[in-house]
């Protein structure tokens, strides 16, 4: 038999050392952020049907929860408030006493090294369920860019003021990063950084997390302010324009039909810490066919999440991320 050369692959599959000492990427506990959905007045933590396994939790049960994340080695959560009372224009979201603010105070005192992200947008706070102010009547009315803008700025102080480490404005919103950063300099906050979901899609894969965060469109959908799945030049603008007006970090999400669009960033802006976002459909899909039976949970939690890593995330935010850690610390 010839053979057109000495080079033969699968020798260095052949022992599970060399194969460890040959592996070109790993998943570490320090990459990781859990979400956390804070609901006002919430006395018991409340199952979310579509993602087994997770809870709204009300501020009495978040010091177990950050007991639970801190000893499994878990360094950074972000959080989703979903207050008591809705408006028009998300009046609860910047309240001192908010409910989001109340969270951040609370996981600063029981764990001030860990670093506490808060998701920015209004969503959850507003009654119709935009991501934004509404202008215009019944179908006419649509998401207003700059009447949000300022709303922005405020509710990001407000979280800075909490004790936010990160800010992550998610709505989409053109310049959203422009007047965030100006808000928080302006009120003192220089330190406080901002990671921007630059790259985020119309995605029904957050399907789950609309129980989970009590902020579906009440009509229309989000198609006018996040990107349309078919694209991807207009990403790669979206986090040139975010990094421009002084983005920190930006983050792609979802996550696993979309790494390409990690690959493409990383390779563009090599210096710049990039995210991605496991969003909730994505842990319902995984959750569904493991209690089906039908895939490994463990290991389909573990393969999407390093496949992650080696599109080249540096931040991966997932609802796996407790039982990773736990993994982790089984394999070390
Ligand atoms: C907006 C926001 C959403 C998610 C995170 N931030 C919902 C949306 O944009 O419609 C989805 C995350 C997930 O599905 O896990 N505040």
């Not at 959560?77 to 989001?100: E, M, N, R, Y």
């Amino acid at each position: 038999m010839s053979t057109t050369s000495n080079a033969r692959l699968r020798r260095l599959r052949q022992h599970a050392g060399l194969r460890a000492m040959v592996q070109e990427n790993q998943l570490q506990v320090q990459d990781l952020v859990l979400p956390l959905f804070i609901k006002a007045g919430l006395k018991e933590p409340q199952p979310i049907q579509s993602m087994p396994g997770c809870y709204q939790l009300g501020l009495a049960h978040l010091d177990d929860e950050i007991d639970a994340c801190v000893s499994l080695g878990l360094k950074a959560v972000i959080l989703f408030g979903i207050p008591s009372h809705k408006d028009a224009t998300g009046g609860a979201s910047w309240q001192a006493d908010g409910i989001i603010q109340q969270a951040i105070m609370r996981i600063k005192r029981r764990a001030p090294a860990m670093l506490v992200i808060t998701d920015v947008c209004f969503c959850e706070y507003m009654d119709h369920g935009h991501c934004g102010v509404l202008s215009g009547e019944g179908d006419a009315a649509s998401v207003d860019n700059d009447a949000t803008l300022p709303l922005l700025a405020q509710q990001a102080v407000s979280h800075a003021k909490a004790g936010a480490d990160i800010v992550a404005p998610s709505g989409m919103m053109d310049d959203m990063v422009t007047v965030i950063r100006q808000g928080l300099d302006a009120a003192g906050y220089q330190q406080t950084a901002i990671l921007s979901y630059a790259v985020k899609y119309a995605s029904c894969f957050y399907g789950p997390f609309r129980e989970a965060a009590e902020g579906a469109p009440q009509q229309g959908d989000r198609r006018t302010y996040q990107m349309n799945p078919a694209n991807a030049g207009i990403g790669l603008r979206e986090a040139q324009q975010d990094l421009a007006q002084g983005a920190d970090a930006i983050m792609v999400k979802p996550g696993m039909p979309y790494l390409d669009m990690v690959q493409r960033l990383k390779a563009q802006h090599p210096g710049v810490p990039l995210a991605v976002y496991q969003v909730s459909g994505e842990y319902a899909m995984i959750k569904a066919a493991a209690q089906q039976g039908w895939l490994d949970e463990v290991e389909a939690m573990m393969e999407s999440l390093l496949c992650m890593k080696r599109a080249g995330a540096d931040i991966i935010i997932s609802y796996f991320s407790k039982q990773v850690a736990e993994q982790l610390r089984h394999t070390k």
